[in-house]
Antibody, heavy 122, light 107 residues
């Protein structure tokens, strides 16, 4: 049974960089079988796909939402079985619950982290 | 981007009712359509994938249908635990997009 758990600061100042980590257990981020994804949900609103990383062997490929692409970086740390999100130059509009999730290619997000609320405020 | 439009945005029904939620894509997505249930404070849970395949462990009262641009989620006999929010999502192309959600409320 795969489990995902987000971690990181719950409060970030405007213009700074939001950094979150997703720790994976029960599966390997280096399996080459799944897309490791970040999704966010502003309070009371819908879901927004941020992007994913696909990692196999010693290399990975990323795909980001064009609306966020200039500010987003997703990376993998295979030694810790984790993947991470960095979102730069944040504003109040980036306040949301951030979820990590996995999916097979073209498939549903079958496992999710519980989500972590990140508030952007000074 | 492929726009996903759900209807209705909210729906009132009673325990035992049969309800249908619709999801329309702005272009054809073949069968790359997934349905999720989200309860307050929880991550979404996949109910249906590939338009009509039931995720393991999901009660048989949940079913999905459709192809191309028009899809439906049907709950055949509402149970008390079903009154929550439902989302559709296309996995046909990036950026992956979600419907805005349908809130199912007790009448």
């Amino acid at each position: 049974q795969v489990q995902l758990q987000e971690s990181g600061p719950g409060l970030v100042k405007p213009s700074e960089t939001l950094s979150l980590t997703c720790t994976v257990s029960g599966g390997s981020v280096n399996s080459g079988s799944y897309y490791w994804t970040w999704i966010r949900q502003p309070p009371g609103k819908g879901l927004e796909w941020i992007g994913y990383i696909y990692y196999s062997g010693s290399s990975g490929s990323t795909n980001y939402n064009p609306s966020l692409k200039s500010r987003v970086t997703i990376s993998v740390d295979t030694s810790k079985n984790q993947f991470s999100l960095k979102l730069s130059s944040v504003t109040a509009a980036d306040t949301a619950v951030y979820h990590c999730a996995k999916s097979p290619y073209g498939g549903p997000f079958d496992y999710w982290g519980q989500g972590t609320l990140v508030t952007v405020s000074s | 981007d492929i726009q996903m439009t759900q209807s209705p945005s909210s729906l009132s029904a009673s325990v035992g009712d049969r309800v249908t939620i619709s999801c329309r894509a702005s272009q054809s997505i073949s069968s790359y359509l997934n349905w999720y249930q989200q309860k307050p404070g929880k991550a979404p849970k996949v109910l249906i994938y590939a338009a009509s395949s039931s995720q393991s462990g999901v009660p048989s009262r949940f079913s999905g249908s459709g192809f191309g641009t028009d899809f439906t989620l049907t709950i055949s006999s509402l149970q008390p635990e079903d009154f929550t929010i439902y989302f559709c999502q296309q996995s046909y192309s990036t950026p992956i997009t979600f419907g805005q959600g349908t809130r199912l409320e007790i009448k």
